[in-house]
């Protein structure tokens, strides 16, 4: 996030913007084609790429300590989040959702959080093991790989799964056990990040030209996910295989679109703390647009965010506003829950 001892707020803007993305793609009512189009194709690989970009090959010559720093910000936090929520499900969660809910055994939970997949709880939390098994397989491959050929080997590994009959039950169980499916699927961007971190550092909308391109890669870029919709349940490898190449296409456009917005703004502590806390955001998130949803349709009526879409977006924007004070909290009086304090420090 610093060049020297100045922060480049154009990465703040660029992971601001990606949070709000992720609360809007999980607030209802679902916008088939702009969610799917636009939304999907920017809010993850968006946060792998400024990931990679973040990470320094120098800095961690041994796999012990870039171990230990990685299970640091990113396992503690995945599960002291966990199991605050694991047993707010059981005492509160499970009989506020219904029958559904009840049924499903104390047990899966834990089962899906060992195996780094939380889907009934914290189900956001998927990234976070993924990002985990992703950087470990990255911190491999860029040592076995001369580093002009990184990126075309992560490019080749992601293809390569995806040609893989997924119908094959042990490639399946090995593909959801935490995330390696997913990790692969988004190698590529992390990889984008790393490998060409001085263009992505250097690119701008300098001239007209050269802004029309990187327009119309992303437009190009959207197009293309929209024709590819229908392929996530006929053909979903190839529909991963395309959104590959989608998010390569538009992500140098966001970053432009992101740093002249940050040319104007400048920065922000804001944005900054935002960014901070992201896992806070990432973690809460789901909860806060739950409970929006609930009141609206009780104090209104029920489906009324079916029938009013630009709701969507203050609720998003609400659930961002809501979460600010708690994020505060815990930076202030619980910086253990996401990895951070006195004693984390020391390691």
């Known amino acids: 996030m610093k060049t020297g001892q100045e922060r480049q707020a154009w990465l703040d803007y660029v992971r601001f913007f990606s949070i709000f993305l992720v609360i809007v793609f999980h607030t ?10 636009v939304i999907l194709n920017l809010r993850v690989p968006v946060f792998f790429c400024i ?17 230990r720093h990685r299970a640091k910000q990113i396992l503690v936090p995945y599960c002291t989040f ?12 499970r009989k506020m959702v219904g029958p559904e809910e009840e049924a499903i055994s104390v047990w899966q939970p834990i089962i899906e959080f060992v195996s780094g997949n939380p889907q009934t709880v914290v189900a956001p939390f998927w990234y976070i093991a993924c990002l985990f098994t992703m950087q470990i397989l990255y911190w491999c491959i860029e040592r076995m790989v001369p580093r002009r050929f990184v990126f075309p080997t992560c490019l080749a590994l992601a293809a390569g799964t995806y040609l893989i009959p997924y119908e094959i039950p042990t490639v399946s169980t090995i593909g959801h056990l935490w995330n390696i499916g997913n990790a692969l699927l ?32 992303a437009a190009v870029s959207v197009i293309i996910m929209v024709e590819a919709t ?18 390569l296409m538009i992500i140098p456009c966001y970053f432009c679109v992101a740093k002249w917005i940050a040319a104007k703004l400048g920065h922000r502590r804001i944005i900054e703390f935002v960014v901070v806390s992201g896992t ?12 929006a949803k609930i009141v609206l349709n009780r104090i209104l009526y029920d489906g009324v965010l079916d029938d009013n879409i630009w709701l969507k977006y203050v609720i998003a924007a609400a659930v961002m506003i809501a979460i600010y004070p708690f994020a505060w909290a815990i930076d202030r009086y619980a910086p253990w829950l996401i990895g951070k304090g006195k004693f984390f420090d020391k390691y």
């Not at 209802?28 to 189009?37: E, I, T, V």
């Not at 229908?230 to 998010?247: E, F, K, N, S």
């Not at 806070?280 to 409970?291: A, K, R």
């Open 28 to 37: 209802p009512p679902r916008l088939a084609l702009f969610d799917d189009a």
């Open 51 to 67: 990931s990679g970009f973040l990470y320094s090959f120098d800095r961690w010559p041994r796999f012990t300590t870039y171990l």
């Open 82 to 93: 966990f199991f605050i929520f694991y047993a707010l499900w059981l005492v509160v969660g």
């Open 186 to 217: 988004f190698l590529p961007f992390y990889a984008l990040g790393n490998s060409f971190k001085p263009m992505l550092s250097r690119l701008e909308f300098r001239t007209p030209p050269g802004a029309a391109i990187w327009v119309a890669m």
């Open 230 to 247: 229908t392929l996530h349940t006929t053909d979903p490898q190839m529909y991963c295989l395309v959104r590959i190449a989608a998010g």
């Open 280 to 291: 806070v955001y990432l973690g809460l998130q789901n909860y806060f647009i739950g409970v």
